[in-house]
């Protein structure tokens, strides 16, 4: 059995991970990272960078999912870096909940997403584009995962989607509608 100091001793490590996670990541990465997403969705129509920095407040929680979902990432832990990101996702909504004139933009990417994954086919799709353009879309993904690494995070943003757009397009997918 494990005495209590040991136990409080490891707690007291995993703490310090925790917080000194959060404090890589500065206090704009997250929202720098929307901006990024809903621009590259948009394929460049809806820059609102400045707007969302500016009405988003920091979060912890964000910036703890995001850094473990791209450590995941590029460790070549897709599922695991994906499971982050949906943590992160409700998270970073909030923090934007007063930003009012983008909010309408990532519902409506949020409906897309999640009407996508609703499909029975969704990994076929995902496959099949994968297959059709892995050169593009490796390129776009290595994007994402160099500009987060360099701290780059509204690129890092914009690359995700351009990689998500890439490998979740359909016939039926209105290009104003891309799902992060």
């Known amino acids: 059995m494990m005495d209590v100091g040991h ?5 007291g490590s995993e703490l310090d991970h925790i917080i000194h996670e959060m404090n890589d990541l500065p206090d704009d990465a997250a929202a ?13 129509t809806i820059d609102k960078r400045d707007y969302i920095v500016g009405c ?9 999912q995001l850094t ?34 983008t909010n309408k933009h990532f519902n409506r990417m949020h409906r897309a997403k999640n009407e996508f994954f609703n499909r029975d086919d ?3 799709i995902i496959q099949g584009n994968y297959d059709e353009n892995r050169d593009y879309i490796d390129q776009q993904w290595a994007y994402s995962l160099k500009s987060w690494d360099e701290g780059v995070y509204f690129n890092a943003g914009m ?10 397009k359909t016939d039926d997918m209105d290009a104003s509608q891309l799902p992060f």
């Open 56 to 64: 988003s407040w920091s979060s912890p929680i964000v910036k703890r």
């Open 159 to 168: 690359f995700y989607a351009y990689t998500f757009a890439a490998l979740s």
């Open 122 to 124: 969704w990994k076929d």
């Open 68 to 101: 473990k979902a791209y450590d995941h990432y590029e460790a070549g832990e897709q599922q695991e870096g994906n499971r982050h990101m949906k943590k992160a996702e409700p998270w970073w909504r909030l923090s934007m909940a007063t930003c009012w004139k």
């Open 7 to 11: 136990k409080i001793e490891e707690m």
């Open 32 to 44: 720098q990272w929307a901006a990024g997403l809903l621009y590259g969705a948009s394929k460049g």
